[in-house]
């Protein structure tokens, strides 16, 4: 009996399939779902969001390749009078014409492990100096050196830790940004199946109505019924057609939401396919749990959230006390008055230079620095564990509510088949004038009222089933992780 409602339903879309010809769409929830991953904005906000963090991750990536650069300074000319100062302090001013120009092609790769940086060269400059009508060449044929910070944070580190946890947490927030794109376009299918069942409902006791109003006007005429019956039919009458005029109303709302969130733009008719029960799938807290700490965006913010305030302290260590970097270089040089006397006989070149910076005086801000770090790493570690035990028990009672839900579709559904049969039965007994009409308007109530709470049964039972699906971003009906290309 429980299907009965089912059976209506499905014959209600028949028929208004069959009455509308080509131009309606018979819907299930999970075509519904799918239109709306497809099409809607939030779809493409989604999209384009995962397309960013993309990006930003290849850029990351990018920072640990090597990198090859071309820069120079074509042309240099140069036209005017530059200050210049004589042996005995004076200046004058001297007309100065030329053009400087440089080439240089640079090499670099940077060494995660020391956060140091390697590089080479190869430059090439030419002066023309207009006034004197000379040329002069000068370059470095090849050159390679070295920088290495000493006593610093070193950022290469710390971003091989954090960046790829940033990129794994945007690619599982795509996931759930659709996930959530199914939860909430589940309330907008249920306000439009809801709608339709209500014009249902009313279209039929609309007719009914009028049918028990003809019955009654004979046992009027009869003398079997009194005035005060017929007046209150003619009022169940007149409240009936308000009611589908209402119905239609909603339902018109309720479709133009869906079709909004969906990005459908034709106007087709669309009737909606009572989803199916599968109230006898079986999720356990456990499971979900586990899913959730191996899929969900949050568990792996919970170990970036941790890394960043690591990094932080490492970053104000770095930034005090003793601070110190070397450079070291060598290769070749030469100058002359033509290219291939750059590279003719190069003279040796080498360089070495260290830097050092060491505070005497800072009144504690260094120490203020690092204290302040670790403190906040201290708070993030607070934070993080009660976000855990909040999404714990945020899964747990989700899990309860689902099998709650589980239990109160079955109730609904036999509900709503013992009061289709009292219906009936009620009917028929007042027909037979075994009944009042205030017993058979309180039955007529009841079974209206059955159908209603069968769908919103429907309604809360799918919506904690997609709840638990954006908690642990796990199918339980195929027992799969959820992925999207």
């Given at each position: 009996?429980?299907?009965?409602?089912?059976?209506?339903?499905?014959?209600?879309?028949?028929?208004?399939?069959?009455?509308?010809?080509?131009?309606?769409?018979?819907?299930?929830?999970?075509?519904?779902?799918?239109?709306?991953?497809?099409?809607?904005?939030?779809?493409?906000?989604?999209?384009?969001?995962?397309?960013?963090?993309?990006?930003?991750?290849?850029?990351?990536?990018?920072?640990?390749?090597?990198?090859?650069?071309?820069?120079?300074?074509?042309?240099?000319?140069?036209?005017?009078?530059?200050?210049?100062?004589?042996?005995?302090?004076?200046?004058?001013?001297?007309?100065?014409?030329?053009?400087?120009?440089?080439?240089?092609?640079?090499?670099?790769?940077?060494?995660?492990?020391?956060?140091?940086?390697?590089?080479?060269?190869?430059?090439?400059?030419?002066?023309?100096?207009?006034?004197?009508?000379?040329?002069?060449?000068?370059?470095?044929?090849?050159?390679?050196?070295?920088?290495?910070?000493?006593?610093?944070?070193?950022?290469?580190?710390?971003?091989?830790?954090?960046?790829?946890?940033?990129?794994?947490?945007?690619?599982?927030?795509?996931?759930?940004?659709?996930?959530?794109?199914?939860?909430?376009?589940?309330?907008?299918?249920?306000?439009?199946?809801?709608?339709?069942?209500?014009?249902?409902?009313?279209?039929?006791?609309?007719?009914?109505?009028?049918?028990?109003?003809?019955?009654?006007?004979?046992?009027?005429?009869?003398?079997?019924?009194?005035?005060?019956?017929?007046?209150?039919?003619?009022?169940?009458?007149?409240?009936?057609?308000?009611?589908?005029?209402?119905?239609?109303?909603?339902?018109?709302?309720?479709?133009?939401?869906?079709?909004?969130?969906?990005?459908?733009?034709?106007?087709?008719?669309?009737?909606?396919v009572v989803p199916e029960n599968?109230?006898?799938?079986?999720?356990?807290?456990?499971?979900?749990?586990?899913?959730?700490?191996?899929?969900?965006?949050?568990?792996?913010?919970?170990?970036?959230?941790?890394?960043?305030?690591?990094?932080?302290?490492?970053?104000?260590?770095?930034?005090?006390?003793?601070?110190?970097?070397?450079?070291?270089?060598?290769?070749?040089?030469?100058?002359?008055?033509?290219?291939?006397?750059?590279?003719?006989?190069?003279?040796?070149?080498?360089?070495?230079?260290?830097?050092?910076?060491?505070?005497?005086?800072?009144?504690?801000?260094?120490?203020?620095?690092?204290?302040?770090?670790?403190?906040?790493?201290?708070?993030?570690?607070?934070?993080?564990?009660?976000?855990?035990?909040?999404?714990?028990?945020?899964?747990?009672?989700?899990?309860?509510?689902?099998?709650?839900?589980?239990?109160?579709?079955?109730?609904?559904?036999?509900?709503?088949?013992?009061?289709?049969?009292?219906?009936?039965?009620?009917?028929?007994?007042?027909?037979?004038?075994?009944?009042?009409?205030?017993?058979?308007?309180?039955?007529?109530?009841?079974?209206?009222?059955?159908k209603r709470d069968y769908v919103?049964?429907?309604?809360?039972?799918?919506?904690?089933?997609?709840?638990?699906?954006?908690?642990?971003?796990?199918?339980?009906?195929?027992?799969?992780?959820?992925?999207?290309?």
């Open positions: 009996m429980k299907f009965l409602y089912i059976i209506l339903l499905l014959t209600i879309n028949v028929s208004a399939f069959a009455s509308s010809g080509g131009d309606t769409l018979r819907l299930t929830l999970q075509q519904v779902v799918e239109m709306a991953k497809a099409n809607s904005i939030a779809a493409k906000q989604a999209a384009t969001v995962r397309e960013t963090k993309y990006w930003e991750y290849r850029t990351y990536k990018s920072n640990y390749q090597p990198q090859l650069a071309l820069s120079g300074i074509l042309p240099g000319y140069t036209k005017t009078f530059t200050q210049v100062q004589q042996p005995d302090g004076t200046i004058q001013f001297q007309p100065v014409h030329n053009d400087n120009s440089s080439l240089a092609l640079n090499f670099s790769q940077s060494i995660t492990a020391t956060g140091g940086t390697i590089y080479g060269t190869t430059q090439l400059q030419r002066f023309d100096d207009f006034d004197r009508h000379t040329i002069l060449y000068n370059g470095i044929p090849y050159g390679i050196g070295y920088t290495q910070p000493l006593f610093q944070f070193n950022s290469l580190k710390w971003d091989k830790r954090i960046e790829p946890l940033k990129y794994n947490e945007s690619k599982q927030a795509y996931i759930e940004a659709q996930e959530k794109i199914a939860i909430d376009v589940e309330g907008f299918f249920f306000d439009l199946l809801l709608a339709q069942v209500n014009l249902k409902i009313a279209e039929t006791n609309y007719a009914n109505t009028q049918k028990i109003m003809n019955i009654a006007n004979t046992k009027f005429e009869l003398g079997k019924v009194s005035k005060n019956e017929i007046l209150q039919l003619q009022l169940e009458q007149i409240n009936a057609q308000k009611a589908v005029g209402t119905a239609k109303r909603d339902m018109e709302i309720a479709t133009l939401n869906l079709r909004s969130y969906t990005g459908q733009e034709d106007d087709n008719k669309i009737v909606l599968i109230s006898q799938m079986t999720v356990s807290s456990d499971k979900v749990l586990a899913e959730a700490f191996a899929n969900r965006s949050d568990a792996i913010a919970f170990l970036r959230r941790v890394a960043e305030a690591q990094r932080d302290v490492a970053k104000a260590k770095g930034q005090s006390g003793l601070t110190a970097s070397i450079n070291a270089n060598l290769g070749y040089s030469n100058t002359a008055t033509s290219i291939p006397g750059v590279y003719k006989n190069p003279q040796n070149q080498q360089v070495l230079q260290v830097e050092l910076s060491v505070p005497i005086l800072d009144w504690g801000r260094s120490k203020s620095r690092t204290k302040t770090a670790q403190a906040n790493q201290q708070f993030t570690e607070y934070a993080v564990e009660q976000d855990k035990q909040t999404f714990k028990q945020q899964i747990v009672t989700q899990v309860s509510l689902f099998n709650v839900m589980k239990e109160q579709l079955v109730y609904t559904a036999k509900a709503d088949s013992i009061a289709s049969e009292k219906y009936q039965i009620a009917r028929e007994r007042y027909v037979l004038g075994d009944l009042s009409i205030t017993d058979l308007g309180i039955a007529f109530r009841e079974n209206d009222q059955a919103a049964s429907l309604r809360d039972f799918w919506g904690a089933y997609y709840q638990l699906r954006y908690l642990s971003l796990y199918d339980f009906e195929t027992n799969s992780k959820i992925t999207y290309k």
